[in-house]
């Protein structure tokens, strides 16, 4: 497919700094990824949209970035607020417009707010709406966060999903390997699989007001698109219950819990045994 125009991309100078980023970055992806990339067709060729992505390996922005740049679209990517501390790292993010997401602080309306104007100036914009790489068994997209389904629904703009496959080979998610034990495998290439599907319809979602109920049912939407086009990708069915990373997380500590209520029954009965 052909590459399209960056008028659409804006600023100049933004643009600029974008394409000295590809010179250094473009090389080393080549290096260890056989890209595939598919869906480009699907992509808007004017104004602003979202591109909703998986996330199964800590190099998926950097793959999918190389994708996303390659269609004409380059993106601008919600990221830790941390990686904009990095020497020279941070210095690029910030030339290249990406967006810093300060979690769980007073500024984590910037990223909602920056995400909006750039959609509404005609950019792509990047979301994981997982928020953080998945903890699925076996690598399917986890529920989402509702983020990406507010900016959408508040903005009108299309939501592109997209999955990328593969990655995980190079450098496993929290270093699970496929022994079970943290390993990079590095060389040779791996195939790396991106690809977008056709824009989600949110179109019932369009006019209501934004209740919980109302984002939450968008993201399901947003989510089961995702993982339709990775399941694409597969070749595999993908599980019939979505992993819940919350639930998963209150069911630990109500495991916990109960394993401490049963050792503590275990000493009581002990100490009266002993006082008899």
């Given at each position: ?22 010179v250094?970055v473009?090389?080393v ?18 104004g ?7 996330h ?6 950097v ?10 679209r ?17 210095f ?7 967006i ?18 750039a ?9 994981y709406?997982e ?10 997209p ?21 999955a ?6 190079i ?18 290439r ?27 049912d968008?993201?399901e ?17 993908p599980p019939?219950?979505r992993?819940?990373m ?12 109960a394993?401490?209520?049963r050792?503590?029954g ?10 008899k």
């Amino acid at each position: 497919m052909a590459r399209r125009s960056y008028a659409s991309f804006g600023n100049a100078d933004y643009g600029i700094w974008y394409r000295f980023a590809a010179v250094l970055v473009k090389p080393v992806t080549t290096a260890l990824v056989k890209p595939d990339w598919r869906g480009w067709e699907h992509l808007p060729k004017e104004g602003g949209f979202i591109a909703a992505v998986n996330h199964n390996s800590i190099i998926d922005p950097v793959v999918y970035a190389h994708w996303q740049y390659n269609s004409g679209r380059p993106p601008r990517i919600l990221g830790k607020s941390s990686l904009f501390s990095i020497p020279f790292i941070g210095f690029m993010l910030r030339k290249t417009g990406q967006i810093p997401v300060f979690r769980e602080s007073t500024d984590a309306a910037q990223a909602f707010r920056a995400a909006i104007d750039a959609v509404n100036g005609g950019q792509c914009v990047q979301f994981y709406p997982e928020g953080t790489l998945t903890r699925d068994p076996d690598l399917w997209p986890m529920t989402g966060k509702s983020g990406v389904a507010r900016v959408a629904l508040m903005t009108g703009a299309p939501v592109i999903p997209v999955a990328h496959w593969g990655a995980h080979e190079i450098i496993p998610p929290y270093g699970r390997g496929a022994s079970g034990k943290g390993k990079f495998n590095l060389f040779p290439r791996h195939r790396v699989t991106v690809a977008a599907g056709p824009a989600v319809d949110l179109s019932k979602y369009q006019d209501q007001e934004l209740t919980p109920q109302v984002l939450k049912d968008a993201t399901e939407d947003i989510m089961e698109a995702i993982t339709a086009v990775l399941a694409g990708i597969r070749g595999e069915e993908p599980p019939a219950e979505r992993y819940d990373m919350r639930a998963a997380a209150r069911h630990r500590a109500e495991a916990a819990a109960a394993e401490r209520q049963r050792a503590a029954g275990k000493r009581y009965n002990g100490d009266e045994e002993a006082g008899k």
